[in-house]
């Protein structure tokens, strides 16, 4: 294949040494960095982090040698210098155009070399290449690797690699966001979903219908303004991380009573558990066209602000609830289809694919364009089939992330308090979630995605996403609560299923340092 270089260079000066039969190539504080690139503004902006990465290294890896054993290099024997990093892209096609795949080779005359097809390759080899150093003990001394020489042929194992985050149920404010993104970068995810409403709080604003957020949520200094989403969305496109959007409908819609309270069906109806999965009860209306217009707007206003940085649009569509409406499930069936179809078709108008939760082709079966991209959250229909597999099974792409492996909000016990009027309440000793118990890193390492599912069906599988959710979880207890699961998570997503053992206990205990 013909090469064309990038015109990229980066020149680094190491100190180095033969350890255990490994070369180490140290860095210093102090670096060359001429360069030329052609518009390339993202990688140029990865070698930059990846250069202050390395400068700023603070990880020395002793935890993971014997005690009082002497790993790192001394500074008494001849030393290799890293004197060049040497970046090329081949020459791009149609069917490149989201390529992650690289090389990285670093030679034993110190010459890193890293070719990749599409951009995203480079960024995620550089990320590869920080993370081969370490930093040595002594002060002002520098980092080092005890992996050299090294040849790297790396490609993911799911096109879509995502973390789940709910910033509705309690706010998460725009700059943890960019922090988590930072590390969902580190990890190769190449997705964030932002859960942005929910029945709790509607917290992003929408200069459309601006009572939605200033009434909607918790406080006016807990919404997102448009140019919080507009930084965030950027941030995560030059670390390759493509950050999207759910506007869940037409449940979990309570929020938008306290803007437009004659949208709402079944507003705080008692008991809520027959009526919603969670407090507050409410639903968007159906067949009601001042409905059908707020979806309008509101899908017109959002819409072309979030496609510059991602093709995806999340509409929901998970644990509609028929009794809110006083009808059976196959009552509510016609009305549910005709909803999904006009949210769709604005969708579509602003040339992006949906993706809806499972329950419209599980607990429905409504019909939905081929292009829709179906999230499932449960594990296993009464068959025993998972509904990853009865998803597919149907002809439809799909993302996986059941709450039995991959929800990281179960096992910290129920929020809800129990109702003293309703003798029935379901909110009881010993309190309790339903999904428990904690989900620990290496039940989530465990899952196999496609363990039932046939090769002739596997190219339906997109990927999947870990989940957040955020009725315990704020920016408090954020990065306790993600990591180091979700790293476990991004290895099954990059590597495929694997095999819970040391290597891995070692891995990702190297991640939580």
């Given at each position: 294949?013909?090469?064309?270089?990038?015109?990229?260079?980066?020149?680094?000066?190491?100190?180095?040494?033969?350890?255990?039969?490994?070369?180490?190539?140290?860095?210093?504080?102090?670096?060359?960095?001429?360069?030329?690139?052609?518009?390339?503004?993202?990688?140029?902006?990865?070698?930059?982090?990846?250069?202050?990465?390395?400068?700023?290294?603070s990880?020395?890896?002793?935890?993971?040698?014997?005690?009082?054993?002497?790993?790192?290099?001394?500074?008494?024997?001849?030393?290799?210098?890293?004197?060049?990093?040497?970046?090329?892209?081949?020459?791009?096609?149609?069917?490149?155009?989201?390529?992650?795949?690289?090389?990285?080779?670093?030679?034993?005359?110190?010459?890193?070399?890293?070719?990749?097809?599409?951009l995203?390759?480079?960024?995620?080899?550089?990320?590869?290449?920080?993370?081969l150093?370490?930093?040595?003990?002594?002060?002002?001394?520098?980092?080092?690797?005890?992996?050299?020489?090294?040849?790297?042929?790396?490609?993911?194992?799911?096109?879509?690699?995502?973390?789940?985050?709910?910033?509705?149920?309690?706010?998460?404010?725009?700059?943890?966001?960019?922090?988590t993104?930072?590390?969902?970068?580190?990890?190769?995810?190449?997705?964030?979903?932002?859960?942005?409403?929910?029945?709790?709080?509607?917290?992003?604003?929408?200069?459309?219908?601006?009572?939605?957020?200033?009434?909607?949520?918790?406080?006016?200094?807990?919404?997102?303004?448009?140019?919080?989403?507009?930084?965030?969305?950027?941030?995560?496109?030059?670390?390759?991380?493509?950050?999207?959007?759910?506007?869940?409908?037409?449940?979990?819609?309570?929020?938008?009573?306290?803007?437009?309270?004659?949208?709402?069906?079944?507003?705080?109806?008692?008991p809520?558990?027959?009526?919603?999965?969670?407090?507050?009860?409410?639903?968007?209306?159906?067949?009601?066209?001042?409905?059908?217009?707020?979806?309008?707007?509101?899908?017109?206003?959002?819409?072309?602000?979030?496609?510059?940085?991602?093709?995806?649009?999340?509409?929901?569509?998970?644990?509609?609830?028929?009794?809110?409406?006083?009808?059976?499930?196959?009552?509510?069936?016609?009305?549910?289809?005709?909803?999904i179809d006009h949210?769709?078709?604005?969708?579509?108008?602003?040339?992006?694919?949906?993706?809806?939760?499972?329950?419209?082709?599980?607990?429905?079966?409504?019909?939905?364009?081929?292009?829709?991209?179906?999230?499932?959250?449960?594990?296993?229909?009464?068959?025993?089939?998972?509904?990853?597999?009865?998803?597919?099974?149907?002809?439809?792409?799909?993302?996986?992330?059941?709450?039995?492996?991959?929800?990281?909000?179960?096992?910290?016990?129920?929020?809800?308090?129990?109702?003293?009027?309703?003798?029935?309440?379901?909110?009881?000793?010993?309190?309790?979630?339903?999904?428990?118990?904690?989900?620990?890193?290496?039940?989530?390492?465990?899952?196999?995605?496609?363990?039932?599912?046939?090769?002739?069906?596997?190219?339906?599988?997109?990927?999947?996403?870990?989940h957040?959710?955020?009725?315990?979880?704020?920016?408090?207890?954020?990065?306790?609560?993600?990591?180091?699961?979700?790293?476990?998570?991004?290895?099954?997503?990059w590597?495929?299923?694997?095999?819970?053992?040391?290597?891995?206990?070692?891995?990702?205990a190297?991640?939580?340092?």
């Amino acid at each position: 294949m013909r090469k064309s270089p990038i015109g990229l260079y980066v020149e680094f000066f190491a100190y180095p040494k033969t350890w255990h039969n490994l070369q180490h190539y140290l860095l210093p504080w102090w670096y060359s960095y001429p360069s030329a690139v052609h518009d390339l503004s993202a990688l140029n902006a990865a070698v930059e982090r990846m250069r202050e990465d390395l400068l700023s290294h603070s990880f020395v890896p002793w935890k993971f040698h014997p005690k009082n054993h002497d790993f790192e290099p001394t500074f008494t024997e001849d030393r290799t210098y890293i004197h060049l990093i040497s970046l090329e892209q081949s020459r791009p096609s149609l069917s490149t155009s989201s390529d992650e795949s690289y090389t990285l080779t670093i030679s034993e005359s110190g010459h890193v070399s890293i070719t990749f097809l599409h951009l995203l390759g480079g960024i995620r080899a550089l990320s590869t290449l920080m993370q081969l150093f370490y930093k040595h003990s002594e002060a002002n001394v520098g980092v080092y690797t005890p992996y050299a020489p090294l040849d790297v042929q790396d490609t993911p194992a799911f096109a879509h690699r995502g973390l789940n985050l709910d910033i509705s149920r309690n706010i998460i404010a725009p700059d943890e966001v960019m922090r988590t993104i930072e590390a969902l970068a580190f990890n190769k995810f190449n997705r964030l979903h932002l859960h942005a409403s929910d029945a709790q709080s509607w917290p992003l604003e929408i200069p459309a219908l601006p009572d939605l957020a200033s009434k909607g949520a918790y406080r006016k200094d807990q919404i997102w303004s448009v140019a919080d989403l507009h930084e965030v969305q950027k941030f995560g496109s030059h670390r390759g991380v493509e950050v999207y959007l759910e506007i869940d409908m037409p449940g979990h819609t309570a929020s938008v009573h306290a803007a437009y309270p004659d949208l709402i069906k079944s507003y705080n109806r008692q008991p809520w558990p027959k009526f919603s999965a969670q407090p507050c009860a409410g639903q968007l209306k159906l067949d009601y066209q001042p409905v059908a217009d707020f979806i309008t707007t509101l899908l017109r206003d959002l819409l072309p602000r979030t496609a510059p940085f991602s093709s995806l649009f999340h509409l929901g569509g998970d644990e509609v609830n028929a009794d809110a409406y006083d009808m059976s499930p196959s009552e509510l069936k016609p009305h549910l289809q005709s909803f999904i179809d006009h949210a769709i078709s604005v969708v579509h108008s602003h040339s992006l694919i949906p993706i809806v939760w499972e329950e419209h082709i599980l607990d429905f079966n409504l019909k939905l364009p081929s292009d829709t991209i179906v999230q499932i959250w449960r594990a296993s229909m009464n068959n025993n089939r998972s509904t990853l597999a009865e998803v597919v099974g149907r002809g439809h792409k799909a993302l996986f992330g059941p709450y039995t492996h991959w929800y990281l909000d179960c096992g910290h016990g129920g929020w809800c308090d129990p109702d003293p009027k309703n003798p029935d309440t379901p909110v009881r000793s010993p309190y309790l979630d339903y999904c428990g118990p904690l989900k620990n890193w290496r039940e989530v390492y465990s899952y196999d995605p496609l363990a039932d599912i046939p090769k002739s069906q596997r190219h339906l599988v997109l990927g999947g996403e870990v989940h957040m959710w955020a009725e315990q979880t704020d920016g408090v207890n954020l990065d306790n609560n993600l990591w180091p699961r979700v790293a476990a998570a991004g290895e099954v997503l990059w590597r495929g299923k694997g095999v819970v053992s040391e290597d891995v206990t070692r891995r990702l205990a190297e991640m939580r340092e």
